[in-house]
């Protein structure tokens, strides 16, 4: 049975003069775990997976392509415009 998404949620603070904004909820719904992270002008998107079968390695690597810094810049843009 697959559970419900959680609503999205956002805690913005100042910190240094700029504002920092922690979202979730909107972005890599995929994951198991996402918070889209934006300090002044830059964003970055962090994720969690997870599997249920268990397995004998304790590290993945990621990888990042060009594609996938794209893709984040046009969702990242989509999702902070006013």
Not at 3 to 25: D, F, I, N, S
Request: charged share 25%; aromatic share 4%; with cysteine.
């Amino acid at each position: 049975m697959s559970q419900a998404a959680p609503a999205p949620h956002q805690v913005t603070v100042e910190v240094g003069g700029r504002t920092l904004t922690l979202e979730t909820g909107k972005a890599a719904k995929q994951a198991n775990g996402a918070v889209l992270a934006r300090y002044g002008d830059t964003v970055v998107l962090v994720t969690a997976c997870m599997d249920n079968k268990k397995n004998d390695r304790d590290f993945s690597p990621s990888r990042w392509t060009t594609g996938n810094i794209r893709i984040l810049r046009e969702d990242s843009r989509r999702l902070f415009q006013a």
